[in-house]
Structures are given as C-alpha cells and as structure tokens.
C-alpha cells in the first residue's frame, strides 16, 4: 500500500520535473548599475538582468540569476558552480582562450569618472596619477596601460568610487554605461564627480554572455532567444528604459 | 641546601649556568623555512612561466604588507600600553574610557572595522591633511613662522609619498584594532607581578609612579613580550585584511594577476609562499626573543 502511494508521488514529481523548461543558472555581479545591481527588495535588476528574462521567455526556458561577487566568478565558472555568466563580460581575446562567448549583446567603452574639479581632460593628463578601477575589469586592463599610472584595483566599482570621493585616487575607469551612471545620475556622486572622457579604443568592445568552454546547448538556447529579442524590437524596448535617462 | 656534594648545587634563579643550546637543522622552523624557499626558488627558475612573472608583479606588494605590519605594530604597542595603564587605572574615568574601548573594539570583527574606518571614515579624516593642520597650527599660529617650507620641504614630500593616504589609514585601522588585544596583554603582564613587589617598592619610599615605571614594568616585560610578538605574527598574517580594501599588498597584487591570466593555483601558491617566508621570519625573531628573556628562568 505505502509502497504504491510512494510510486504515485514518485512519478507525479518525475511527470512535474520533465514538463518544466530547461533552468539555466546564471552569475551575475550585481554591484555595476545600471547594467546589474541589487534593488532595496534583495533582487538583481538592471538592463542585463530584463534582457534575460526577456530571451528566456523567448527561448523558452527560465532563469536564475545568482548574485556572485566578481573577483572569482570565472573561476565559479570553470567549476561548474552554474552556467552562464550574465555579469558584463566584455569579450576579450585572453577571455576567449578560457570560455565561449554568446552573440555580443552591448557595446561599450571606458568611460573616465574624475571629481568636478579635477584637471584631467585628456588622456595624456593620466599619466602618472593613481587610477582606480573594478578588478579584472576591462577598465582596470587599459587603466594598467597608462604610462607611469598607478592602479588601483578593488573589489567592486562602488568602491573606488568612494576612493575617488576620499581623494585617494584621481579618476575611475569603468564602462561607459557604469561610468555615467555614477557621474550623471547616483544621488551620492552626480554633485561632486563628472565623466571626463571616453577612451578612444582601435576594436570595438562588446558584451557577452559567457559559458565554460564546450557548452554548446546553452549557447544556441541563448543566442536564438537573444536573435528573437532583437527581431522583435523588446531589446530596444528594454535599452531605452534604461538608457534613455542619460543625457 | 645540596650541599652534600651528592646532588647538583641548586642557586637561584639569575645565576644558573646557561646550557650550550642545541641548533639541530631538523627542527619545524629549519625545515619550513628552507622549503619554503626551496620551493619558490624552484619555481621560480625552473618553471620560469608563469611563476617567474608572478613573482615579479607581487614584488611591490611585499614592501606595502611590510610597512602595513610595522605601522600597525608600533600604533598598537602604544595604544596597547596606555590601554593596559589604564585598565588598571584607580581613575574611574580613565578606567572606563579603556575598558569601553577594548570592549568595543574587540566586540567587532577586524574586518568590519577596516571598511568602518577606511570607507566609512574617509569623508572625515584625511591624515596627509591632518598632518599639514598641525604643522600650521604649531609653525604658523603658535610659532608665527612660515609653514610653507616644511610642508614642502624633500623629507615630507618624500614621506608622504613613501607612505601614501591609503596605506597610512588601512595601519592605523589596524593599529586601532590591536591595540585592543595588546590592552589586555599589557594588563595581564602588569598585574601578574607579585604584590610584594609593590609593597617592597613603596616601603623603601618609591611613590606610585617610579614604583610603576622603575619596578613594575621592567618586571612585567619579560611576561608581556612573549605573547606581543604572537600578536605581531597574527597582525603580519592579518594584515592580508587590508587587500579588500584595495591597498596594493601581496594578496592584492596576486588577486590582480589571477584576473588578468587566471591561472589561480600558480598565483596563490606563490602568495601562501611569500607570506610564509616573511612570518617565519618574524616567529624566528620573537622566538630568539623569548629565548633571550626566558634566560633565567630556566632550570639548568
């Protein structure tokens, strides 16, 4: 009898697991508005994490996002810790050894944050000054280009922002997006910092999603349901929500 | 009283002859510290990449954990020995301020306290600042002089930036946090002295304060540096702390490599080295110390 009942209860859950879409858990560091951050409610949100839940709607699966600090999200994702890193990741060539990447999703470029009266105006009045950026950022990469600079790193972007605020560093380096959201639009910071320039780079740098080498059921889930996205214009939708505010 | 002839001669202490001590080479300390160094030594040249290269890029750290640890220290033998005054203090006032700060401090973690005081504090004192206010204060308005050269003058410039703002207010947080344990250390050590002592030194008509400073402390020294120097090998191994807060110290450094090249394991091998090198030389220091004071004591 108990037996039966068991075998019942096993296969209504067997029955329940198989009808619900494919899950794919996703990293993100939701320290980097306004493309990722943690709202007063404990959730990411952000523009990355709505373009997700609108590929996976798409794509028809679900996801979960899972809030990782990024000083060690690649190597959570060479463990298996979870599937996919939705974090900003800009596709580099030294990140392409290790990881695949989706379709590029973004475009974007180093934006430099300085206090209101700062002197830099130009990359060259870089050389020499101490320059802060997010660790293993592709900010924090061309911040260790500039000649005679002393870089600072640190663990989240918010923080050296905070440094740049105690004057212990003279400008921030940061994607574009990240840089004027501090600059022009954070309660904190919009009075006393400002966005000097943007970096001119040769290649153009894109966002993707990254995978751990190999994954390719993942990846053509994910780029189909971003195509999708795009096709049908909830990308724009979605960039103007949280771009538009800028200017 | 063995003066029989049949057992050895018992002398007090202060006056027992000292032993030849033992230099096995197979002690713990020989074979980590040659393993250790060994081992770096290994990797560094014969397995050139990417040791090599990592070992170069946490070179700078090394001095920023070094002058961390060393600021720290000396901020905390100071702090520690007031605190420990005046944990003893008749004084209640003077006794409740440092009882409240060794309860406070010591009721939060380290870590919470570096953000407190390096984020949290960083609108409010700015010590390079600090240090100009009081040269201006005391050159300008006391002494009505120019202050000027001295703020600009080659030795402070080059002090200023020999320990820059970041690296003087991560030690001082530091500082402030083991002062509190070196409190109760000091404490300990003073009231551990024999009452006798006290009462022998005010009866041959030493008041309160040489009877502290000419009797008591002397004595005490040799409990209170034994257990100050743990505290300086836990602050060296601590001072990896001050790495979130963004100063650029080996574990930074390392952190920094392993995002640029991600190969964690090579990375964090060479880090666990260079820090274990350094504190084995500083436990060989405070052992040699210990030896040393505990030179009397001994039954030879």
């Not at chain 1, 029955?15 to 990411?44: R, Y």
């Not at chain 1, 996976?56 to 599937?83: C, M």
Request: glycine content about 8%.
């Amino acid at each position: 009898m108990y037996k039966k009942i068991f075998l019942s209860i096993m296969v209504v859950f067997f029955l329940a697991g198989v009808s619900h879409a494919k899950t794919i858990n996703i990293a993100a560091d939701c320290t980097w508005p306004p493309m990722e951050m943690m709202d007063t409610k404990k959730q990411c949100i952000g523009f990355t994490p709505e373009l997700l839940h609108a590929i996976a709607r798409a794509g028809g699966f679900e996801v979960n996002i899972i809030n990782v600090a990024w000083d060690g999200i690649f190597a959570g994702l060479g463990g298996g810790k979870y599937d996919m890193i939705a974090s900003s990741v800009s596709i580099t060539e030294q990140r392409k050894k290790r990881m695949d990447f989706s379709d590029p999703y973004f475009e974007v470029k180093q934006g430099v944050v300085v206090k209101k009266d700062s002197a830099i105006k130009t990359y060259a009045d870089l050389a020499g000054k101490n320059v802060g950026a997010q660790i293993g950022t592709t900010g924090f990469f061309a911040a260790k280009k500039i000649k005679d600079g002393k870089v600072k790193s640190y663990n989240t972007v918010g923080l050296a922002m905070a440094d740049l605020a105690a004057g212990r560093v003279d400008a921030v380096l940061a994607d574009d997006a990240v840089a004027t959201d501090f600059a022009l639009n954070s309660h904190e910071y919009k009075d006393s910092m400002r966005l000097a320039f943007l970096l001119k780079s040769d290649t153009p740098e894109y966002l993707g999603f990254a995978f751990p080498k190999g994954s390719k059921e993942n990846l053509e889930l994910v780029n189909k349901g971003l195509a999708a996205v795009k096709a049908s214009g909830e990308y724009d939708k979605i960039f103007a929500k949280w771009f538009v505010t800028q200017e | 009283m063995n003066d029989n002839g049949k057992g050895p001669i018992h002398i007090g202490d202060g006056a027992a002859i000292p032993r030849k001590k033992d230099f096995g080479l197979f002690n713990a300390w020989w074979l980590a510290f040659f393993g250790a160094i060994g081992l770096l030594f290994y990797l560094c040249f014969f397995k050139k990449d990417p040791y090599f290269e990592i070992l170069t890029y946490l070179a700078d750290g090394i001095p920023v954990t070094i002058k961390v640890t060393v600021l720290a220290i000396c901020l905390a033998l100071v702090l520690g020995l007031i605190t420990g005054l005046g944990r003893i203090s008749r004084i209640p006032v003077i006794n409740l301020i440092a009882s409240f700060y060794v309860e406070v401090v010591r009721g939060i973690p380290l870590l919470v306290q570096l953000f407190y005081l390096y984020y949290g504090m960083a609108n409010f004192v700015k010590w390079h600042l600090f240090f100009d206010k009081i040269v201006n204060f005391f050159i300008g308005t006391v002494l009505g002089l120019d202050p000027g050269p001295i703020i600009e003058s080659a030795v402070i410039v080059g002090l200023k930036n020999f320990l820059p703002e970041d690296i003087l207010s991560a030690s001082v947080a530091m500082g402030i946090c083991y002062g509190a344990y070196m409190g109760e250390v000091f404490r300990a050590g003073i009231t551990s002295i024999d009452k006798g002592q006290i009462e022998a030194s005010r009866s041959i008509g030493f008041n309160r304060k040489q009877t502290m400073f000419c009797v008591i402390l002397p004595q005490a020294w040799r409990t209170i540096l034994p257990p100050v120097g743990n505290e300086f090998i836990a602050l060296l191994k601590d001072s990896s702390l001050v790495s979130i807060l963004a100063v650029s110290d080996i574990l930074r450094r390392g952190t920094e490599y392993n995002s640029i090249y991600y190969v964690t394991f090579e990375t964090y091998t060479v880090v666990a080295l260079i820090y274990l090198l350094i504190t084995l030389v500083l436990s060989k220091g405070v052992s040699i110390m210990e030896n040393k004071l505990n030179y009397y004591d001994k039954r030879h």
